[in-house]
Structure formats: structure tokens, C-alpha cells
């Protein structure tokens, strides 16, 4: 089923002249983290009952239908599984209401204050992974699809840009461990391409489930570059580059990395 | 607390033993840890653990620091008659959490 998406995913680049740039990694070449996660890792992502990422799905379902001021998620959008498929897969995307991209923990916190009346949620708080867990899962299977093109376009050079800049002590890109040297080993590690289409995920390191912005935090702690605060711009940029190079790649969520 | 996911087979054989799988989101924390200005973190793990299939017990664990957060268990109970199986946790904290599961023997 796979090939199909990505046959699909390949014909729509081939009729479109604006994605005509060169892609980071080719489309037969792009490898999701999960193959090379250990054969314990992949077969707790693929194993729904075992996979703890799902307590976060099943609270994000709850949460929801739960109101704030009367009004819940459900309200407006109805049954997740219909309104909110595929919706995962474009995130990032531009707001033109607050002419910011918007990544889709943005996304929820802005419906939260604008639409329901109720508070933002913290970034990282489990009540914001469970629903936007619950959002991405129902997206699990189709192929990253994001807009760069028109008002999305600056913050993807951005996103670019950061990507492959050297950053930190260690004086390292993004670039040069996933596009360059990926499949090489860094200590007891395999290097991944560096794709967030397992995002949100259950990462047993933390214990937790956590966002694609903690896990490219964690990268930039790990060259010993200065991170960013959580939701800071210069992450969301780098979420819709990553999104942009992963195109084709399905959605895991919940992916489970080590 | 309480949030748990609870898997048993839909359909039971009498005398067979049949699997349940059970995952509690729980934080497990260790006692090791410190918090960022260096005061330490009291243990909370689930203490207790305990199964029981229409009343009578058929699994218990004792946990400690050792097990990881969001405990998964999964063992096996023999199958006898239709009823249900009752799951109830106590962590260090005090907090007691409850899962039910319905058990069909056919």
C-alpha cells in the first residue's frame, strides 16, 4: 500500500513546477525512524495494545468531547475520524488571520483561546499531546503532504536554512548526520533520517509521549547548540522543512522510539 | 491517574487459559530523580497490583522503582465461566485506580 501512496505522492510532484526543487533525500530513498529502531521498538509501535502512546490517543478522545464553555472540539468539528483526517499531514501551515505558520499544537492552543474561550495549554503538557495525538493518529497511514509555496515559503527557507547551518559546540548541521550520514552509527546509535512522521511519539528515553519540537530540542541539546523555547518560531520552521523533506513518508502516530 | 487500557480475547475456550494485557499510565517515578534545584523526588510507583476473575484473585504483581513508567502487563488466566475480571492499583501516593474487563466463555 505503500508504493501506491508514494506513486500517488511522485505523480502529483511530477505535474506540479512549483515542487520542482530538489528534494533533501529521494522519494525511494526516504527511510521512517521505525526502520532503524531494534526489533523490540518496532514491535511495540505496530502492536496498538502494546503501544503506550495510546493511553494519549484514548485521553485525546475524551478531551475531545470535553467542553470548554460549552463548546467542545466535537462541537464544531464532529467525529475526529471523519473532520480530521489527512489534517495532520498539511501541518505545519500558514494562518492568515495571525499571518504565523502554525504548527498543529499551535493550532489547537489558537482554537482554544479564539473559538472555545478556555485557556492555552502548556507545550508538552500531557493534555496537549493527547489531543494532538489524537488529531495526527487519525492521519496514521497517509503521506506527509505540507505546503510550502505562497505565504508558507518564507518560514520553510527559514526551516531550510536552520537545517543545514552549523549550530553549537559541536559545530554541527542537521544535514550532516541525516541527509549526509544516515545508516552510519554514533556510538551504540543509528543514525535516522531525521523524520518526525512518527510524531507525536512514545519515547521510551522520556518516559512519556512527546512532540516533534521536544525531539528536535533534545537533537540541538545533544550538539550542545542553544534550543529554543518551546514553540518558539525558529521550531515551527524547522517542523515544516522536516514535514516538506518527509513528503510521501506515511504518519505513524503513535510512533515508539527508543 | 486511573487512565488504563485493558485487552482480553473476545471469545474464551472453558479450561483454556487466555491472555490479558493491561497498560496503566502511570509516571512510576523512582525516588532517584531530583527536580531542577536539586531536591529529590519522592518515590510514587504502583505498589500493588491485583486481578481478580468473578471475585476470585488469579494475578498480583508488587512493583518498584524497577519497572518503567506506564506499566504494561500481560499474563494469562484459565478460562472458567463468563463473568468479569476486575483489576485494581495502588501507587505509593495512596491513589487507588480500578479497570474492569467482561470475559466471555463460549
Known amino acids: 500500500m ?9 505523480g502529483a510532484w511530477a505535474i506540479s513546477p512549483a515542487h520542482a526543487q530538489q528534494r533533501a533525500l529521494p522519494l525511494d530513498a526516504l527511510r521512517s525512524g521505525v526502520e532503524f529502531a531494534g526489533a523490540d521498538v518496532r514491535s511495540m509501535q ?14 485525546g478522545e475524551k478531551l475531545w468531547r470535553e467542553g470548554g464553555d460549552g463548546k467542545s472540539c466535537n462541537a464544531c468539528h464532529g467525529d475526529a475520524r471523519a473532520s480530521m483526517r489527512g489534517v495532520a499531514a498539511r501541518y505545519p501551515a500558514y494562518d492568515a488571520s495571525s499571518a504565523t505558520m502554525l504548527d498543529l499544537e499551535a493550532r489547537i492552543n489558537d482554537c ?114 542553544e534550543m529554543p523555547p518551546a514553540g518558539a518560531p525558529e521550531l515551527t520552521d524547522v517542523e515544516l522543512y522536516l514535514a516538506w523533506r518527509a513528503q510521501g513518508l506515511p504518519i505513524e502516530a503513535p510512533g515508539v522510539r527508543r | 491517574m486511573a487512565d488504563s487500557r485493558v485487552n482480553v480475547s473476545p471469545e474464551i475456550r472453558r479450561g483454556e487459559p487466555f491472555e490479558v494485557r493491561i497498560s496503566i499510565r502511570h509516571a512510576m517515578e523512582t525516588g532517584y530523580r531530583t527536580d531542577t534545584v536539586g531536591k ?60 474492569q474487563a467482561a470475559v466471555k466463555v463460549v
Not at chain 1, 495510546?54 to 485521553?59: A, H, K, M, Q
Not at chain 1, 496537549?128 to 493518529?137: G, I, P
Open chain 2, 40 to 99: 529529590s523526588i519522592p518515590r510514587n510507583v504502583i505498589r500493588t497490583f491485583a486481578c481478580r476473575y468473578n471475585g476470585e484473585p488469579v494475578f498480583a504483581v508488587r512493583m518498584s522503582s524497577g519497572i518503567a513508567a506506564n506499566p504494561y502487563l500481560r499474563f494469562f488466566v484459565t478460562g472458567r465461566e463468563s463473568g468479569t475480571l476486575d483489576f485494581e492499583w495502588i501507587d505509593d501516593a495512596g491513589e487507588r485506580g480500578v479497570a
Open chain 1, 2 to 10: 505503500h508504493r501506491v501512496l508514494l506513486a500517488a505522492v511522485a
Open chain 1, 46 to 59: 505496530s502492536d496498538d495494545v502494546a503501544n503506550p502512546g495510546f493511553l494519549w490517543i484514548e485521553r
Open chain 1, 112 to 225: 482554544r483561546v479564539r473559538r472555545q474561550g478556555v485557556s492555552a495549554l502548556t507545550r508538552e503538557s500531557d493534555e496537549l499531546l493527547a489531543l494532538s495525538a489524537y488529531v495526527t493518529h487519525q492521519s496514521r497511514g497517509m503521506p506527509e503532504a505540507v505546503n510550502v509555496e505562497g505565504a508558507a515559503r518564507a518560514a520553510f527557507e527559514r526551516g531550510r536554512a536552520f537545517y543545514t547551518a552549523r549550530h553549537g559546540q559541536m559545530n554541527l548541521s542537521c544535514a550532516q548526520c541525516h541527509d549526509q550520514n544516515w545508516g552510519k552509527r554514533l556510538y551504540a546509535e543509528t543514525l535516522s533520517q531525521g523524520h518526525g512522521n512518527a510524531f507525536p511519539a512514545y519515547k521510551l528515553e522520556w518516559q512519556t509521549m512527546g512532540s516533534l519540537q521536544r525531539r528536535i530540542r533534545a537533537c540541538l541539546s545533544g550538539i550542545r547548540a
